[in-house]
């Protein structure tokens, strides 16, 4: 890129080739071969995207969890991550929900015509970082670009297979009242770094998304042989849609305990202000189990081993009704009915 | 958390909850005037904490809620038009006018803007010199400080393309209608504390004095409006009714002149009709003459005053307090937050919502 400060970072540039993405690169011509081949295929890094073959082949022996997310998030990079790393860890955490080890991704871009190169080879490169991390491969995959305004700079779909661990099945049809359930850190991080990096409140935040792949402490859990019933991580609507969810899925009731939920305080300062519940704000790098009543305290104890899911605890239980319903019971003794949002949330006026 | 923890500390909550029970002898129906109060107490549960001879209604201070339709239609009106950047508050976005709400007109194409400031409408309007930008300014006396400004500078500054659709509300004048309605049971209020902050709380002191009501000026943390209760029935039992600030770490008697001042500057004192209300005098502000310009009323007409569409709704009387949002058939099961029938089901600070919200469907709250 040379905008800004006129020093050109890349290589010389050969005729044609543009420092931002144009149609041409989704054309299936050269410059799309070019863009696939400066920028893709060396960034993924995989053995299989080499090949060059219509597809990836794979060898699985098992109970596969198969699994896909589109990631639209804006800003494309923000406090904390980027929408690379967040196609990445999403799917890997959604298949790590199914109790599963994740394996490999397909990565399916969506270019926007105008998208500066610089920025695509960045989010590139921190999704194969987060791949190495999370341990999955990125073997397949494909590009479109389309015109200038009809799309946020970039799209991004993942699709994800992992190879089944747990030996029982793990879904909501499974929880059982008198389960405990177990939060894996604290919560709204992702929702308040996103929306402040998007929004320009005007005041300062030093809060970093949690964007982070969690499925090492999930195996970690049935490695060490808990029996558990149920798994979900908390992306948008957060702790109170999962919950929701998965109370209306079993046609039990939750019980959640305030005190126990841990909200960072910046997290907390700045939904005092716009007016949000933490219990609805995003996270990345959040789930909440539901274990046996007594294997909490092993639950926690096993998963706070990960930095990732350091600050672990329980934070409340299942129980037989009224059915569908979560509550949350407060400082003062009373609880409060939780709900999922009812339309996208809005800051209020004062 | 500082400023805020010390305020939810359930020890100082379960001691004026003993003091409050000890204090009232006989039944007292109060109101809280603000919205965020009232989130609070359905929030954390306040109301349970109170002897049952001690009754809280929800009073009108959700500027959504009774911002009138003809606005809305307004808005929405003028967010169509193709050279308009349409700016407003969240919360606005979602409250129905008479065909469509905000939410609506951008999802077919109108540009209608979240801001978190009404000055961010100006820097849009300065970064976007061939496009109309509008603001729509909405509140109590609590956001009027910060819309003057937006209008001031733009005046200042000749940003022609600015201007501000104005629905600007008080809260004396409603405290007033509601005092003199028939069948009034309100004994006390809790003042709210954020629109003190601004004006001070001499304004009330008349209204003490003329209905015999006393007046505390209260926060918004549990430990607030728990203590604001509390002085309240203190005034009430001993006889007494006087303006009490609950609220001093906020609220001086003068309020913010600085403020006052600017709000002096830019507004003049107007007619309102509220929303499932009615009409008040001189219950809200409209642009001063020196701001005529910047009124976008005068860029794109004149708002129409209509008729509300008549339905079982009792928003009405949720917000005058001569009912709760429980007590409304429709409640939970014709009307929720995703299908409302009323203002006060929308808006993220309507009584019926904080209901919906904290006890579920039901919404069986005392």
New interface residues.
Partial sequence: MTDGNGLALSCPAPAGQADTVQLAHGGGGRAMARLLDTIIRPGFADAEIERRHDGAVLAVDRHIAFTTDSYVVRPLVFPGGDIGTLAVNGTVNDLAMCGARPLCLSVGFILEEGLPIDLLRRIVASMRTAATAAGVRLVTGDTKVVDHGKADGMFVNTAGIGSIVASAPIGPEMVRPGDAVVLSGDIGRHGIAVMAAREGFGFETAIESDCAPVAAPVLALLDVGIEVHCLRDLTRGGLASAAVEIAEASGLAIALDEAAIAVPDEVAAACELLGLDPLHVANEGRFIAFVRGEDADRTVAALRRYPVAAAAAKIGNVRAGPKGQVSCRGPFGAARAIDMLSGEQLPRIC | ?KY?DEY???DA?RRLAAAIARTATRPWTLMEVCG?QTHAI?????D??LPPAVSLVHGPGC??CVTPVEYIDKAIEIAREPQVIFCS??????VPGTRGDL?SAKSRGADVR?V??PLDAVAVARAAPGRQVVFFA???E??APANAMAAYRARRDGIANFSMLVSHVLVPPAMRALLEAPGNRIAGFLAAG?VCTVMGYEEYEPIAARYRVPIVVTGFE?IDILEGVYLCLRQLESGRAEVENQYARSVRRGGNEAAQQLIREVFRIVPRRWRSIGDIAESGFGLADAYREFDAETRFGAVRSGEEATSECLSGLVLRGEKKPSECPAFGTRC???RPLGVTMVS??GACAAY?????AAGDGR
């Fill in positions: 958390l805020r939810r500390d359930p909550a965020g359905l929030r954390f549960g306040l349970a904490l500027p959504v508050f969240g919360d606005m976005l979602r939410l979240i978190y400031s909405v509140g109590f609590t956001t954020h549990p929720t937050p995703e993220s600070e919906y919200r904290y006890r579920g």
